[in-house]
Nanobody
Framework: QVQLVESGGGLVQPGGSLRLSCAASGSIFSINDMGWYRQAPGKERELVAVITSGGITNYADSLKGRFTISRDNAKNTVYLQMNSLKPEDTAKYYC???????????????WGQGTQVTVSS
């Protein structure tokens, strides 16, 4: 079993910042990509950012320059620094990780339970 536990969400005013964290634990041999997705009410889940085990990043075009993804491989943790937040960033943010549970085993796709980010004055 693998668990992804997110933290760091909350209520912030427009223009403010938040840092999300997601720690993976459990039966882990290796972690490939880790990423963040978000889903606003009535909308589909969308990619925010992804980072490979080697540190290569990919962002949703609309978020480049405001959001920064990073990871600590020793801690099996991925972070999302969000700056200059806007009301339209309000959503539930989900952590995602592609994890191999054993050597030479298949890679499985895991999701966290989500953390709410609300941007409002």
């Amino acid at each position: 079993q693998v668990q992804l536990v997110e933290s760091g969400g909350g209520l912030v005013q427009p223009g403010g910042s938040l840092r999300l964290s997601c720690a993976a634990s459990g039966s882990i041999f290796s972690i490939n990509d880790m990423g963040w997705y978000r889903q606003a009410p009535g909308k589909e889940r969308e990619l925010v950012a992804v980072i490979t085990s080697g540190g290569i990043t990919n962002y949703a075009d609309s978020l480049k320059g405001r959001f920064t993804i990073s990871r600590d491989n020793a801690k099996n943790t991925v972070y999302l620094q969000m700056n200059s937040l806007k009301p339209e960033d309000t959503a539930k943010y989900y952590c995602n990780a592609k994890i191999r549970n054993r050597k030479f085993g298949p890679v499985f796709n895991y999701w966290g339970q989500g953390t709410q980010v609300t941007v409002s004055s």
